[in-house]
């Protein structure tokens, strides 16, 4: 009998496009690198709603507030699909939570920047959700069966993540002399940190040799970041924005745009913990995470006292 528990099956299931799901065979490797991946996306959704949460109240209109609001609701909602599909590889939503405290995992670069005025929120959904539409479109096809169906859920939310933010951008920039000043000072302040969402060189990542063996990965950082580029130069021209990057030039032969380097110290920088909002963001996620203790554990409490119930009825 073909014994189906051997890293040999399972790399030629996902050579074969197979999906692994949690209770099949796989190697720990590929374990590790999930929970690392999945937890760490699932704490950016959660610490990105801090940024926008600032916004709420200060929203320009009802309609705005309105728009807002379901966005970030949207956002919590995301976080809680990626805990669950990290939960299936066998780490709890506590150790999850103890890692992002103690610095131990990361969250995405982008959600260490202030936003400072509504113009900020405009190029957040249009630049930082856009970034991410990219990156998720390309992760529904990962091979880990519960990730790749929470990435089809999350991109339906996404676009109109994206659009709301584009929509805000437009406007101001068909606005006051004073909106598009607003409207071209957040895009200067958002453009570089977005593309830092994509992650280092292809060169100079240190998991992307295994998640494309694994097919966890389907597309590269630098591959995925030019899709993102070659997709938002238009969109910014089509509105009147300038691209913070002189170098930014289409070029015909390998018909994509060409750009500058990114700073790279910037991004170690801001992911080692010395951006100019982690300590800020870390600090309220640690704050209510207590404040918050009461309502887990009298859900814990409730569930207990639901399955007692249950288990003298069925005796
Ligand atoms: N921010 C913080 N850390 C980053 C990063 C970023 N933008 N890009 C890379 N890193 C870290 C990696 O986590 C890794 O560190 P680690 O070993 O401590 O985890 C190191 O830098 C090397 O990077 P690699 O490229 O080798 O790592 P990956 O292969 O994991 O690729 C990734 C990084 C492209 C971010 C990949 O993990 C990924 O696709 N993750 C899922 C998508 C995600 O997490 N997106 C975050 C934004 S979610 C969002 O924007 C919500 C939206 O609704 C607003």
């Not at 939570?97 to 405009?122: C, M, R, T, V």
Request: glycine fraction near 8%; charged fraction near 25%.
């Amino acid at each position: 009998m073909h014994n189906e528990h051997t890293d040999q099956h399972f790399q030629l299931r996902i050579d074969t496009e197979g999906h692994i799901e949690p209770r099949d065979y796989m190697p720990e490797g590929y374990r590790k690198h999930l929970i690392r991946q999945i937890s760490q996306h699932a704490h950016s959704e959660v610490i990105g709603m801090q940024p926008e949460g600032n916004w709420i109240t200060r929203a320009p209109s009802l309609r705005a507030k309105q728009i807002l609001l379901a966005k970030i609701q949207d956002e919590g909602g995301h976080g809680l699909y990626l805990y669950s599909a990290a939960e299936t590889l066998g780490i709890s939503r506590e150790e999850m939570i103890e890692q992002l405290h103690s610095g131990k995992a990361k969250y995405s670069n982008i959600f260490n920047y202030p936003a400072l005025n509504w113009a900020d929120i405009g190029a957040i959904g249009w630049l930082v959700d856009g970034a991410a539409i990219v990156n998720q479109v390309s992760l529904q096809r990962t091979s880990y069966g519960p990730y790749s169906r929470a990435m089809v859920r999350i991109c339906k939310e996404e676009s109109f993540h994206q659009r709301q933010g584009y929509e805000i951008m437009a406007k101001m920039m068909n606005g006051t002399k004073e909106q598009k000043e607003m409207a071209q000072d957040a895009m200067n302040r958002w453009w570089w940190p977005a593309l830092m969402m994509f992650g280092p060189h292809d060169k100079d990542s240190p998991h992307t040799g295994d998640a494309v063996k694994w097919k966890i990965k389907r597309e590269s950082n630098d591959t995925l970041r030019q899709k993102f580029i070659d997709k938002t130069v238009q969109q910014a021209e089509l509105i009147g924005l300038k691209i913070p990057d002189n170098d930014i030039k289409w070029n015909e032969k390998t018909e994509h745009y060409d750009h500058g380097e990114i700073d790279w110290n910037e991004f170690h920088r801001v992911i080692k913990g010395n951006g100019p909002c982690n300590k800020q963001r870390m600090d309220h996620h640690i704050k209510y995470h207590n404040e918050g203790a009461w309502v887990r554990e009298a859900a814990a409490a409730y569930k207990t006292k639901k399955l007692k119930k249950e288990e003298l009825v069925i005796g």
